[in-house]
């Protein structure tokens, strides 16, 4: 028999340059990675989607513009505008808002407020905290990432990017 897994507040596997906390990875599940993330303010991880992967995210504190659903039209510059055919528009989500994205549907996140936001965030198939420490390890590096590297890293883990990855002030 295997044994699980307690954490206490804090606990977990900081991942650098991703502002997240690895709580279990694919060292500890066959079914997911979840990780603990806090969201600076101005931060757009932009939309993309992956093939393969789902995704859950949970809001705990703050709160975020949540994206989940095909577009009439991808846009490449600001996903916040998009609509869906059925007439879904992005949702601004606080504490106990949930997203859940299947595969192959596209989808962002963004922090349009002041003060950070965070949230808990599942992934399926586990190992998606490979694919922040090589992020992260291009940003470590100072100065832009190259846009090449970053985007040969995103390929290799089933993203594909659909309009830019932003990190600034809140509009």
Known sequence: MTDGLVLPP???RAVPGAGMTLKVGAEQ???W???????????DVGAHLHQSAEEL???LDGELDLLAFEPVARTAGDWQSWQSAAGAQVMRGGPGSAMFVPAGCPHAFANPGT???RMLFLVSPPGHEYYLDELGKQIAQGGPPDPQVIAEIRARH?????TPLKVGRPR
Request: no cysteine; glycine share 10%.
């Open 57 to 59: 995210f949970y809001i």
């Open 115 to 117: 003060v950070p936001a």
């Open 29 to 31: 599940s066959t079914a």
């Open 33 to 43: 990675s979840v990780f603990e993330a806090e969201v600076t303010p101005g931060f």
């Open 10 to 12: 804090g606990a977990g």
């Open 158 to 162: 089933d993203i594909e990017q659909l």
